[in-house]
């Protein structure tokens, strides 16, 4: 045994450079260790193989097809209600208008007034109306008194079926006459054509309405829409009569139902609206209000549950991931149907798609990508 210890001291001597051999035991192991490490984050042998989103963005900048990390992932049935992000709306909503022109000669409302339907709003001066009105109620007068005497002459005898047709006509004439200007002094006064509230005013006494000026904006209280948009994957969850929550952002929760379902996709974002109608007995909801609305389907929803992390905005406004389809790419539209402390449930997905996790920042739709895949998950 001394004689190996001799030998190996020896090779240790002849090796070993003399400064290391003058070191202490110490700070021998010191600098082991520093070499150590430094040959670690120099070679990278003990990293992850896994793609950083660093390493991500350094590859794209070569020119090169960009790494992206992917996850496998398979929808799931899932009890959740369907969330949207939409407005309150006025389901009546009019700008009462001037059926004929002239200058205001009064007001009868106020902004933020209740009105019943038929109550006068604007009233315009009659100017020569009256007087054309009460000649026109004249005439047919005369017209109807000629048309009597015609009827006894012809009775007996002294008058044509022409003649008689002639004075018939006279008097529908007249007749037609006296009631367009019955009209046009209806007209005049311009009334709400449903029970409300004023939201805007347009005239002032004195200003001229010509026909088709506006005189006010009449809507109606009750009932009210939330709308909103859904995809076409969750579409056909929604139908009428479907239960629904409503949360403005204002702070009221309201109840209501689906009232209608767009058969029409918009071309766009390929996206249905919903409507849901609220009752507002108190005219307390106002329209234009941000709201999230809460659907709750009578069936489980294929979900994804997912971190919050990879979802992605779309210039269009639209939410959803970026998957990988035969190393391309793809933008696919999704709806937050909840969310939570571990994670959201997400749908609008097919059963199956290769979600990008790492990178979906990097990259854009249709752009061809080198995926390198996780464990697959649920």
């Known amino acids: 045994m001394s004689k190996i210890k001799e030998t190996v001291d020896a090779l240790y001597e002849r090796l070993m450079p003399s400064f290391w ?38 590859q794209a900048n070569t020119g090169q ?58 009233e315009l001066r009659l100017n020569d109306r009256g007087a054309r009105a009460t000649q026109a109620q004249a005439q047919m007068a005369q017209a109807s008194r000629e048309l009597d005497v015609a009827r006894e002459l012809y009775k007996e005898g002294f008058r044509s079926k022409t003649q008689m047709a002639q004075a018939t006509a006279a008097y529908e004439a007249a007749k037609a006459g006296a009631a367009t200007m019955d009209i046009q002094l209806a007209d005049t006064r311009i009334r709400a054509p ?51 929550r409503v949360k403005l952002v204002t702070g009221e929760n309201v109840a209501g139902k689906v009232r209608f379902v767009a058969e029409h996709a918009d071309p766009v974002t390929r996206t249905f609206r919903v409507e849901v109608e609220l009752p507002n007995p108190d005219a307390k909801l106002r329209s234009g209000v941000s709201a999230d609305i809460v659907i709750v389907p009578d069936q489980k929803v294929p979900a994804y549950h997912i971190s919050p992390g990879i979802l992605v905005l779309e210039d269009t406004g639209v939410v959803g991931v970026r998957a990988v389809d035969k190393g391309i790419v793809r933008f696919l539209p999704v709806q937050v149907i909840s969310d939570g402390p571990d994670g959201m449930w997400i749908a609008g997905l097919p059963m199956r798609a290769d979600v990008i996790t790492v990178g979906q920042e990097f990259v854009s739709n249709g752009e061809k990508v080198k995926a390198v895949y996780e464990k697959q998950v649920r």
Request: one cysteine or more; a negative charge; hydrophobic letters at 50%.
């Open 21 to 58: 051999l003058a070191m202490k035991p110490q700070y021998q192991w010191a600098l082991g260790i520093a070499i150590f490490f430094g040959l670690w984050l120099a070679t990278g042998i003990f990293s992850s193989h896994k793609p950083t989103a660093d390493a991500l963005q350094a």
């Open 65 to 122: 097809a960009p790494l992206v990390r992917v996850a496998r992932m398979t929808a799931t049935p899932h009890e959740a209600a369907i969330m949207l992000r939409g407005r309150t709306e006025a389901l009546h909503q009019v700008d009462v208008r001037a059926e004929v022109d002239g200058i205001v000669a009064a007001l009868h409302f106020e902004k933020g007034d209740r009105v019943r339907a038929g109550q006068v709003l604007c």
């Open 194 to 244: 449903f029970a409300g509230v004023v939201e805007d005013r347009y005239a002032n006494v004195g200003d001229y309405l010509s026909v088709g000026s506006k005189c006010a904006m009449v809507i109606a209280p009750e009932p009210f829409l939330a709308a909103g948009t859904v995809s076409e994957e969750l579409v056909g969850q929604i139908a009428p009569g479907t239960n629904a």
